[in-house]
C-alpha cells in the first residue's frame, strides 16, 4: 500500500515555523499534522486556531488537524476556517461524533475519528462509512517522541480487515513513535497513512528520512 507520509510539527521549532515547513515541503511530506490539545482531554497544552492559520497562510501543504480536546464539536467552524483540510476527533471526547462528523463535512472538510491505545476496534465500527479517516494512537496522546506502542497492530489489522470490505475510501491513519522501524509494523497491519514527528524534524536529512519511512522494506 502507498505510505503516505503527514509530518507533526508538535516537536518542530515553533519560533522558526516557517523554515519549519519549508523543510517538510522539501522533504515531500504529503500533510502536516497539527496536534491541538486542551490541557484536559489529554495532559499537556500545544497550539490552536491562530497557529494553524499562520501555516496555512504560508503553505499550500494539506492540513491535517488532530484534535484532542474534550468537547471539539464547539472548534470545528474555528478550525475549518483557519484552513484545516481534514479534521480528525477522538470517540473518548463528549461530542456526539455523528453531529460532530457533519458539521466537519457541512464546513467541507474531510473528516476523521481517533481511538486512543486502549479503546477497542470496535469503537470505531458504527462510523466506517461516514468518514474519511481512521487514526489509531499508538502512543497514549499528550506529548511527542514516545514509543511506539506494539500492541496497537491487532487493533489497526482489525480495522484494516473492516476498511477492506467496506468500499468506502478511508484512510488508516496511526500517530505516535513511528520511525523507519516501527512504520513496518504498522504497515504490516495495514495502515497507510503515517503521522511522524520528531523522527522527521529531528532528522539532519529530512528527504533521506521521509524517503526511509516511504521505502523502508522488512528484511529477514
Ligand atoms: C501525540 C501526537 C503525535 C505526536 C507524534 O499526542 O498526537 O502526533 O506529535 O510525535 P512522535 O512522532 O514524536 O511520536
Ligand atoms: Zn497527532
Not at 71 to 88: L, N, Q, S
Not at 150 to 159: E, R
Not at 179 to 196: F, K, M, P, R, S
Request: net charge negative.
Amino acid at each position: 500500500m502507498e505510505r503516505k507520509i503527514s509530518a507533526s510539527i508538535l516537536n518542530a521549532d515553533l519560533l522558526h515555523l516557517e523554515e519549519s515547513i519549508r523543510r517538510a515541503e522539501q522533504a515531500g511530506v504529503d500533510m502536516l499534522h497539527f496536534d491541538v490539545m486542551d490541557g484536559v482531554f489529554v495532559p499537556n497544552i500545544s497550539f490552536g486556531m491562530p497557529l494553524l492559520q499562520a501555516a496555512s497562510d504560508l503553505s499550500d501543504l494539506f492540513m491535517d488537524v488532530h484534535l484532542m480536546i474534550t468537547d471539539p464539536i464547539r472548534y470545528i467552524e474555528d478550525f475549518a476556517k483557519a484552513g484545516a483540510d481534514m479534521i480528525t476527533f477522538h470517540l473518548e471526547s463528549v461530542s456526539d461524533p455523528f453531529q460532530t462528523i457533519r458539521l466537519i463535512h457541512d464546513h467541507g472538510c474531510t473528516a476523521g475519528i481517533s481511538i486512543k491505545p486502549n479503546t477497542p476496534a470496535r469503537a470505531v465500527l458504527p462510523f466506517l462509512e461516514e468518514v474519511e479517516n481512521i487514526l489509531v494512537m499508538t502512543v497514549e496522546p499528550g506529548f511527542g517522541g514516545q514509543s511506539y506502542m506494539h500492541h496497537t497492530n491487532d487493533k489497526i489489522a482489525q480495522i484494516r480487515y473492516w476498511l477492506d470490505k467496506s468500499k468506502h475510501k478511508t484512510y488508516l491513519e496511526v500517530d505516535g513513535g513511528i520511525n523507519a522501524q516501527t512504520i513496518l509494523e504498522a504497515d504490516a497491519a495495514g495502515a497507510d497513512l503515517y503521522v511522524a514527528g520528531s523522527y522527521l524534524f529531528r532528522s539532519e536529512d529530512m528527504y533521506a528520512a521521509v524517503q526511509s519511512l516511504r521505502h523502508m522494506e522488512a528484511t529477514r
